[in-house]
């Protein structure tokens, strides 16, 4: 019976999530497996791996073939390198502590660049949202600002028409009392005038 490791499909439309399992190479892709031996999220960044070495390698040594997909994802998590160290100790090129010990070794400088790259999106996501925020407290301040300015100006807008307004009411009652005595004045003449034609009338008589 030929093996294959492979991925089974799970999850939801767009989410994808799939199953790491050593299955019989005739079955369908989602059918029967002989053993579940991991898991494979690509949904997160990066995408989360969970992967139980020891039976990985196992099937490795019995023959299981990988597909592609699950032939990077076994180097990712080492699985492939404790294959190939398996070898060498079987065929006497080193001894178990020394393969126990580049394995240790890959997997911790492994680790240390897992943890860098989520260092640097986390850093990455960090600016990104510094950013948005300060582009939308940029906007904020470019609202206020046209708003406080359409403020003056419409009061700008109104205040000379009310100081036309006041200043017409001012004129005009200065110039009210003016034509008042314009127009009281001929009758104080007229008044004065009419004892003088008198008196000379009574000079002419007499």
């Keep these: ?16 999530f799939y199953w790491v399992v050593a299955a019989d190479a005739r079955s369908k892709r989602d059918g029967k ?42 180097s990712y998590k080492g699985a492939l390198l404790k294959h190939h160290l398996d070898g060498g100790v079987r065929k ?29 999106l986390s850093k990455a996501q960090a600016d990104a949202k510094a950013k948005a925020l300060k582009a939308e407290q ?3 301040a470019k609202r206020i600002a046209a708003a406080a300015q359409a403020e003056a100006d419409a009061i700008a807008a ?6 036309v307004e006041e ?16 127009e009281e004045a001929p009758v104080a003449e007229a008044t004065e005038e009419a004892p003088a034609a008198e008196e000379n009338n009574e000079e002419a008589q007499a």
């Design 1 to 16: 019976m030929s093996v294959k490791i492979r991925l089974q499909r799970h999850g939801k439309k767009g989410k994808p």
């Design 33 to 74: 497996y002989l053993e579940k031996i991991g898991t494979y999220n690509p949904n997160t960044n990066p995408a989360t791996i969970e992967l139980n070495l020891d039976s990985a390698v196992q099937w490795l040594h019995n023959g299981a073939q990988p597909t592609d997909t699950a032939r990077a994802i076994l």
């Design 92 to 120: 006497g090129a080193l001894s178990q502590e020394q393969a126990d010990e580049k394995l240790a070794k890959w997997l911790d400088e492994k680790a240390g660049k897992v943890d860098s790259k989520k260092d640097t």
């Design 138 to 140: 940029d906007v904020n």
């Design 158 to 163: 109104a205040t000379p028409v009310e100081e």
């Design 167 to 182: 200043a017409a009411e001012t004129v005009e009652a200065t110039e009210a009392p003016a034509e008042v005595a314009t």
